[in-house]
């Protein structure tokens, strides 16, 4: 399941998607299979997209816009 919330905080700071990925240190590719559900996000890399959101995990993994939450879907390791 893509990730609604992280895509409209990367909107929202007006950054895109390689220049999330230059943060992270990972390819442009890899972030998008990960932004769009293909692939899971680390624990590591999670809290660094937080940080850099200025959001907590919580918001930005398991909440979707409505502050509905997700099923199961990203980071299952938290």
Do not use: C, H
């Amino acid at each position: 399941m893509p990730n609604r919330k992280l895509k409209a905080e990367r909107e929202l700071k007006a950054v895109n998607q390689s220049d999330v990925a230059k943060f992270l240190g990972i390819s442009s590719n890899t972030y998008w299979n990960k932004e769009n559900g293909k692939t899971e996000f680390t624990v590591s890399e999670a809290k660094k997209l937080a940080e850099y959101f200025g959001v907590s995990v919580v918001d930005l993994f398991f909440k979707d816009i409505d502050n509905k939450k997700f099923t199961e879907g990203n980071i299952q390791s938290i």
